[in-house]
C-alpha cells in the first residue's frame, strides 16, 4: 500500500461515523453510508486499502459481522472492491451509482473537494439530513442536549385534540395561541407588545427575508456587523441593496465608526444582534444600545434586531443581556426570534415583533409570498410554552452549554487560539487561530471536519485568521486533534 493510501486509512480508522447517525438505521447502514460520502468526496481514493475487519471493528467498537455487512453493502453499491487473500480496497467508478448507499449518503450529501468554501458550501454541510452537531463549524446544538421527547409529547397532544383545524390553512399573522404566548415572553425582556403586532415566519430567516422585501428597493444601503451571520448578506443583495459592514465590539457594534459611516451613507435598515451574538458570543451593553437608537432618531434608519440566541441567556434582564426592543419599544425596532436553536430546528418556528403600521404589511407579503406558515408546529410551540416546560428545558440546556463551552475555550486557548472575547453564556466561540481559516476549512472537509471559516460571517467575503467554533466541539475528539494539528 502507498504511502498516500496508508495515510488515508490511518485517517479513517481514527475518525469516527457520526455523519448519518440516526435510530432508525442499523449500524451497518450507518457505517456503509459514512464510508460512501468519504469515497464520493474523495477523501478515500481509488487503490486505497480499507481498514481489515478486525481493526475497524476493533476502532470503532462494533462487531466484526457489523463490519463485514457495511463492506458487503459498499461491494453491491460499487463503491468497494474485495481482494482475495488481500482486503478491501476502494474501487475506481465510473459515472454514478444508482445503489440504496449512494443515494442516501453521496447524492443528498456529497460536497466536491473542489467545492469553493462560501457561504453555500456551509449550508450544504449544516443541511445535511443528520448536521455534524459537535463539529467546529455547527450551528445547532447536539440532539442529546434538546428534548425529543418534550417536542414528541406535544406533537402527539396537538395531533389528538387539533381535529380539523389541521386541514385548514392558519391565518396570515399566524397561530393566536402563540402569538399571545409570545407577547408574555417579550413582557419578560420589558418588551411591550399586542398579538396584532406579532407575525409568526417560518423561522428567523423567513423573518429577514420579509423584513427586507418590506424596506428595501434596489439601489438601498442596509448597514450588517462585521463579523455577522452569513446568510443575511446574499439574501440584501438580492433585492439589489449595497450591504456595508459595521465593526462588532465586545459591547456591540462600533458606534464611532457607525457614526462616521452614517455621514457617507443613509441606510435604510441596521441588523443587529442583540444578545449572543452571532459568531462572537458577546452582546449589547446598556451604554451602546441607547447610542444605537440614538444615531437611528437622528439619521431615520430602523434596526432589526436578531435575537435567536437570547433565550440561551440566563438573564433577560440583566444589564448584560440588553435588548434594544425594550429601550425603543417597538417605535424604530423590529424585533425577531424563533425556537429554532432551543427547540428544534425543524418545527421552523420564528416571529417578527414591530410596530402595527410595519406588522400588517409583513403580514400582507407573508400572505402573498407563502400564504400561512403551518399552524402544526406552532401548535406545538404554543402547547409547550403554556405548559411551562420550556423554562426548565432551558436551564438543562444551558448547564450543559456552560460545561462544555469552557472545556472548548480552554483548549482552543492552549492550542494558542486567541479568543474574541469570553461568553458566559451561548453556543459560540470566535477565534484568531493566526492563518487562513479557509485553509483550515478545506483540510477539514478532506477529514471529514466541518469547519466555518471566518471569511464567510464578513459582507467583503475576505480571507481570514478568525473561526466561528461550537461550544460543543470539546465533544468531540476527532476535531479537537483536528485543530490542535491545524494550530501547529
Known amino acids: 500500500m502507498n504511502d498516500v493510501a496508508r495515510d488515508e486509512a490511518t485517517a479513517l480508522a481514527a475518525a469516527t461515523p457520526r455523519v448519518l447517525a440516526g435510530a432508525e438505521r442499523t449500524l451497518a447502514d450507518q457505517l456503509a453510508a459514512w464510508l460512501a460520502l468519504r469515497i464520493d468526496e474523495h477523501a478515500l481514493k481509488p487503490g486505497t486499502r480499507l481498514p481489515s475487519i478486525r481493526r475497524f471493528a476493533g476502532d470503532k467498537r462494533v462487531s466484526r459481522s457489523t463490519v463485514v455487512e457495511a463492506y458487503d453493502r459498499l461491494i453491491a453499491a460499487g463503491y468497494v472492491e474485495s481482494r482475495r487473500g488481500s482486503g478491501f480496497y476502494v474501487r475506481a467508478r465510473r459515472g454514478r451509482p444508482a445503489a440504496p448507499v449512494a443515494r442516501t449518503a453521496a447524492a443528498a450529501r456529497a460536497t466536491a473537494n473542489a467545492a469553493p468554501i462560501d457561504v453555500v458550501w456551509l449550508l450544504r454541510s449544516l443541511l445535511r439530513q443528520s448536521p455534524a452537531s459537535d463539529h467546529p463549524g455547527a450551528g445547532l446544538l447536539p440532539p442529546a442536549w434538546l428534548d425529543s421527547e418534550l417536542v414528541a409529547a406535544a406533537v402527539r397532544a396537538i395531533g389528538r385534540s387539533a381535529g380539523d383545524a389541521l386541514l385548514n390553512y392558519g391565518v396570515p399573522e399566524?397561530?393566536?395561541?402563540?402569538?399571545?404566548?409570545?407577547?408574555?415572553?417579550?413582557?419578560?425582556?420589558?418588551?411591550?407588545?399586542?398579538?396584532?403586532?406579532?407575525?409568526?415566519?417560518?423561522?428567523?430567516?423567513?423573518?429577514?427575508d420579509l423584513v427586507a422585501r418590506h424596506f428595501i428597493a434596489p439601489g438601498d444601503t442596509v448597514f450588517v456587523e462585521d463579523p455577522a451571520w452569513y446568510l443575511m448578506f446574499g439574501r440584501f443583495a438580492a433585492f439589489g441593496a449595497k450591504v456595508v459592514g459595521v465593526p462588532r465590539g465586545l459591547d456591540g457594534p462600533d458606534t464611532a465608526v457607525l457614526a462616521n459611516l452614517l455621514t457617507r451613507h443613509q441606510p435604510k435598515l441596521f441588523v443587529v444582534g442583540s444578545v449572543l451574538h452571532n459568531p462572537t458570543g458577546t452582546s449589547l451593553s446598556a451604554a451602546n444600545a441607547h447610542r444605537l437608537l440614538k444615531l437611528a432618531d437622528e439619521y431615520g434608519f430602523t434596526i432589526v434586531e436578531d435575537d435567536v440566541y437570547g433565550d440561551l441567556h440566563p438573564g433577560r434582564t440583566s444589564s448584560s443581556c440588553m435588548r434594544l426592543a425594550s429601550l425603543d419599544q417597538l417605535r424604530r425596532v423590529v424585533y425577531i426570534g424563533g425556537f429554532s436553536k432551543t427547540l428544534a430546528a425543524n418545527l421552523r418556528v420564528g416571529f417578527v415583533a414591530a410596530h402595527p403600521d410595519i406588522a400588517q404589511p409583513i403580514a400582507e407579503l407573508k400572505m402573498l409570498t407563502g400564504l400561512t406558515t403551518p399552524e402544526l408546529t406552532?401548535?406545538?410551540?404554543?402547547?409547550?410554552?403554556?405548559?411551562?416546560?420550556?423554562?426548565?428545558?432551558?436551564?438543562?440546556?444551558?448547564?450543559?452549554?456552560?460545561?462544555?463551552?469552557d472545556r472548548t475555550a480552554r483548549a482552543l486557548e492552549?492550542?494558542?487560539v486567541k479568543l474574541f472575547a469570553q461568553p458566559d453564556a451561548g453556543i459560540f466561540l470566535w477565534g484568531d487561530f493566526g492563518r487562513d481559516t479557509n485553509a483550515i476549512a478545506a483540510a477539514g472537509a478532506e477529514q471529514g471536519i466541518l469547519c466555518a471559516p471566518g471569511s464567510l460571517f464578513s459582507p467583503t467575503q475576505l480571507p481570514s485568521t478568525w473561526m466561528r467554533v461550537s461550544a460543543a466541539t470539546s465533544l468531540n475528539p476527532a476535531a479537537m486533534k483536528f485543530l490542535a494539528h491545524a494550530m501547529e
Open 378 to 405: 406552532e401548535r406545538v410551540v404554543a402547547r409547550i410554552l403554556a405548559e411551562g416546560q420550556y423554562r426548565r428545558h432551558l436551564e438543562r440546556l444551558r448547564g450543559k452549554l456552560d460545561a462544555a463551552r
Open 174 to 208: 399566524g397561530y393566536l395561541p402563540l402569538r399571545e404566548q409570545l407577547v408574555q415572553r417579550l413582557a419578560l425582556a420589558d418588551i411591550g407588545a399586542s398579538p396584532e403586532q406579532i407575525v409568526t415566519t417560518n423561522g428567523v430567516t423567513h423573518g429577514i
Open 414 to 416: 492552549r492550542m494558542g
